[in-house]
T-cell receptor, first 114, second 117 residues
Framework: AQSVSQHNHHVILSEAASLELGCNYS??????LFWYVQYPGQHLQLLLK??????LVKGIKGFEAEFIKSKFSFNLRKPSVQWSDTAEYFC????????????FGAGTILRVKS | DVKVTQSSRYLVKRTGEKVFLECVQD?????MFWYRQDPGLGLRLIYF???????EKGDIPEGYSVSREKKERFSLILESASTNQTSMYLC????????????????FGPGTRLTVL
């Protein structure tokens, strides 16, 4: 069955710490990959996406993610987090055989202490 | 900017009531989606639609139905609400790409927090 795994459900960091959130998926074919973010009280919004080309993708607010096909991973990174990065982060995968459906991970709640 | 609006931010209903959740998008997107969001479970797809009057079941369609009579509007219907349908409901829309074989970025509405008593 299709699945997307996010390794940590809760992460607590101090400001200026580096962030890496793990995401693994279980499809063998062509995939489109997304990271979405939901700030407290706000809409879910796109952080970055990978369709093809350079596997290192840069998104908004200094976030980046690296697609490693051999590891079925799409980890999200930020070198130095800010208090305003406190949010819930979702990894999502669109696999070819599922057409226009997205499968989401369970989410990671990030709290940044000031 | 894409705008996806949902008819209510908060809704309280009683068990057995019929519930309608409305979603409207203003960017002429072909695809529209209904998800429910529960803590620790992420977003789970209930139904989606890739064209007017077309619908497909998602991963958890039981107890729900949908209607898409106009391109911009996608309604989620709970025929007889139950307490286990208490949740946050999110609507999204996206452009079709590659003849429907892929989804582009999905744009989300603010969500409706439904409580069934």
């Amino acid at each position: 069955a299709q699945s997307v795994s996010q390794h940590n459900h809760h992460v607590i960091l101090s400001e200026a710490a580096s962030l890496e959130l793990g995401c693994n998926y279980s499809y063998g074919g062509t995939v489109n990959l997304f990271w979405y973010v939901q700030y407290p009280g706000q809409h879910l919004q796109l952080l970055l996406k990978y369709f093809s080309g350079d596997p290192l993708v840069k998104g908004i607010k200094g976030f980046e993610a690296e697609f490693i096909k051999s590891k079925f991973s799409f980890n999200l990174r930020k070198p130095s987090v800010q208090w305003s990065d406190t949010a819930e982060y979702f990894c999502a995968v669109n696999a070819g055989e599922y057409g226009n459906k997205l499968v989401f991970g369970a989410g990671t709640i990030l709290r940044v202490k000031s | 900017d894409v705008k996806v609006t949902q008819s209510s931010r908060y809704l309280v209903k009683r068990t057995g009531e019929k519930v309608f959740l409305e979603c409207v998008q203003d960017m002429d997107h072909e695809n529209m989606f209904w998800y429910r969001q529960d803590p620790g479970l992420g977003l789970r797809l209930i139904y989606f639609s890739y064209d007017v009057k077309m619908k497909e079941k998602g991963d958890i369609p039981e107890g729900y139905s949908v209607s898409r009579e106009k391109k911009e509007r996608f309604s989620l219907i709970l025929e007889s609400a139950s307490t286990n349908q208490t949740s946050m409901y999110l609507c999204a829309s996206s452009l079709e790409v590659a003849g429907g074989r892929r989804t582009d970025t999905q744009y989300f509405g603010p969500g409706t927090r439904l409580t069934v008593l």
